[in-house]
């Protein structure tokens, strides 16, 4: 994911909102989302290549989430997925906390990166640029390829609309309209991740579309706090067109 804004039981009828855009170059290979053949409680879409993923549920009510630090100069093209990290929480069995806990030794060796994972009695975060294990406290938040809230202008807009919808009886489809949006920041407020003014120009908007580059897809998510969960995945072509809507309901068992 390249831009998570989420809403933590910050509404007496939802435990967590979502609202997330997967941007990655299109000649990646992916799995749209569904249920796993391999691991049925999973409902995800998938990465091809290293067969992790970028974001996903499951039916025991686990949930993760992760967005590449951008940081070129220190990338490393034989570094570990980072998708894994995400379908490995999925998988186990321990809280929150605790695999992060466990992961943070091992952390380094990956490319920089900010997770998201939870389950119905915690949500929580770490970054491999920041170091620190937060449990998050009841808010609305903003990531994007950088740590928590930092505010650059895609997560300041994207945090001000979900803030904004939390009242009006929000469901996935709304959070999908609320990352539609291609504009591009003005150069003044751009970060300076060191891609070159044209490229932090084209990656400044909510949703990319950019040279082979941008969105493959905009996720919205909704648990409310009965446990029904509401998922939907919107994929786009190199152009930016829309190409399916995948819908999905099921209840925390």
């Not at 406290?137 to 803030?163: C, F, M, T």
């Not at 786009?236 to 067109?241: H, I, L, N, T, V």
């Amino acid at each position: 994911m390249c831009l998570i804004v989420f809403a933590h039981r910050a509404h007496p009828a939802f435990r967590l909102v979502v609202a997330a855009n997967r941007d990655e170059w299109f000649q990646r290979p992916t799995a749209p989302a569904g249920f796993w053949a391999d691991v049925p409680e999973i409902f995800a879409g998938r990465d091809l290549e290293q067969h992790g993923t970028w974001l996903g549920v499951t039916t025991t009510g686990r949930f993760a989430a992760i967005t590449n630090f951008r940081d070129p100069g220190s990338h490393r093209a034989a570094a570990p997925s980072r998708g894994r990290l995400v379908s490995d929480f999925l998988r186990a069995g321990v809280a929150p906390k605790a695999y992060l806990e466990r992961l943070r030794p091992d952390a380094a060796s990956y490319n920089g990166f900010s997770l998201l994972v939870g389950d119905r009695a915690s949500l929580c975060y770490f970054s491999n640029r920041g170091g620190e294990i937060r449990a998050l406290e009841p808010g609305v938040y903003g990531l994007s390829n950088h740590l928590l809230d930092v505010p650059w202008p895609k997560v300041q807009i994207g945090k001000a609309r979900l803030a904004g919808r939390l009242e009006d009886g929000l469901d996935a489809d709304a959070l999908l309209a609320l990352l539609d949006d291609t504009g591009n920041a003005p150069d003044g407020e751009l970060p300076r991740t060191g891609v070159g003014v044209e490229w932090e120009r084209k990656l400044s908007a909510l949703r990319i579309v950019a040279d082979g580059y941008g969105t493959r897809s905009s996720t919205g998510l909704v648990i409310d706090a009965e446990g029904g969960i509401a998922i939907a995945e919107r994929s786009f072509d190199e152009r930016g067109r829309e190409t399916s809507t995948i819908r999905e309901r099921f209840t925390i068992g």
